[in-house]
């Protein structure tokens, strides 16, 4: 019995070495894992938000090179600018948006246009509804026209009165238009005038604009970083316009100055790389109109709730007229998300400047 005590107590190895070395891989493992398990989403999300800033970097210096060509003010002036896309796709989206603005040349008497977003959505159906809300009953005329590069084209619509449905002619922002010399529409202009004497009392303009975007996909969902009308939006997960469109607003003089930077890219959609994107100013138009009243701004598309947000955020004279009484007319109110100045008296002084910037792209 003493020698089985003595035999037991000597036997100090309290699991064989093979034992040993598999627990001490087992724990191992385990502490492996849970260190992947919490620090490879830590390093994913480091990873895209350096290509999601590389990026951003880009897309800055394309929009401070884009607004000093159109500032520029000279048909021919280029820039030159690279823009890396490390991850996702670069694209560019033809006439997927529209900008819209329109004004009254008497205070008491507005306007609204319904309808304009038909075709953007897919709904060709050549149906503009024009409704006229004066301050009395009126007989009215529609006159629109269509601009191409070099072609024009016109329809006169007569003898309507307030409230009626006017089916126009053609569609509204087509490619290739017959009516238009096989041309793109590049802006359609409203006008509206009294049937009694021919005197404009509306002006109305609808211009189709071009988008460039990059998508960047990660596990935490889609990042969008766009470039229109001379501004950047994002898009992760929330809709932000983090560099403003070229429109500014003086309370003093009550001008309001909007420019309409229209794209010509000539590419559609590339991937990753180093990307070289030159720029030329096309065209340059610059009208002033004094002394109009009920100026709206609308833009429609993809990206208009955050264009919308931004400007009531940044202009004291904005505010949105979803749900607005037009004029005085009872139970009549503006349709969609427009935004509205009514600054002093009501008379502002409409500065506009449409560019048209021609853009090429190049593998770097």
Not at 64 to 79: C, F, I, N, P, Y
Not at 92 to 106: D, K
Request: charged share 25%.
């Amino acid at each position: 019995m003493a020698r089985f005590r003595k035999s037991f107590s000597d036997d100090v190895d309290a699991v064989t070495p093979i034992i040993s070395t598999l627990l001490l891989i087992t724990i191992m493992l385990t502490i492996i894992s849970a260190i992947l398990y919490w620090s490879i989403p830590t390093m994913n999300r480091i990873s895209w938000d350096t290509e999601y800033r590389t990026t951003m970097s880009g897309f800055e210096a394309f929009d401070a090179a884009l607004e000093d060509t159109v500032q520029g003010g000279v048909a021919g002036s280029t820039r030159t600018i690279r823009i890396s896309v490390p991850n996702g796709d670069l694209l560019a989206y033809e006439r997927s948006t529209r900008w819209y603005y329109s004004f009254s040349y008497f205070s008491n008497t507005d306007f609204e246009i319904y309808g304009l977003d038909e075709e953007l959505d897919g709904e060709d159906d050549d149906l503009t509804t024009v409704r006229i809300f004066p301050r009395q009953d009126v007989t009215f005329d529609l006159e629109v026209t269509w601009y191409g590069d070099n072609n024009v084209n016109q329809s006169l619509h007569a003898g309507y009165d307030f409230g009626d449905e006017i089916d126009i002619v053609y569609p509204l922002l087509p490619r290739n238009a017959v009516f238009l010399g096989n041309e793109d529409v590049n802006l359609v202009r409203f006008r509206l005038l009294f049937n009694s004497n021919s005197t404009a009392f509306g002006e109305a303009y609808l211009i189709p604009m071009d988008r460039i975007e990059v998508k960047i996909p990660s596990e935490f969902g889609t990042a969008h970083i766009v470039s229109e009308n001379a501004g950047i939006v994002t898009k992760f997960p929330s809709r932000t316009v983090v560099n403003p469109p070229l429109l500014t607003y003086d309370e003093d003089s009550d001008d309001l100055y909007f420019n309409i930077v229209k794209l010509n890219s000539t590419f559609g959609s590339v991937g990753r790389g180093n990307w070289q994107i030159s720029m030329r100013l096309q065209t340059f138009n610059y009208t002033r109109t004094d002394d109009v009243f009920h100026v709206r701004i609308r833009m429609i598309g993809e990206y208009e709730e955050a264009w919308v947000i931004y400007m009531l955020g940044e202009y004291t004279g904005m505010e949105n007229t979803d749900g607005h009484s037009l004029s005085d007319v009872a139970n009549e109110e503006l349709e969609g998300i427009k935004l509205i100045r009514e600054p002093g008296n009501g008379r502002v002084t409409l500065k506009m400047l449409m560019t048209t910037v021609l853009m090429d792209l190049e593998s770097v």
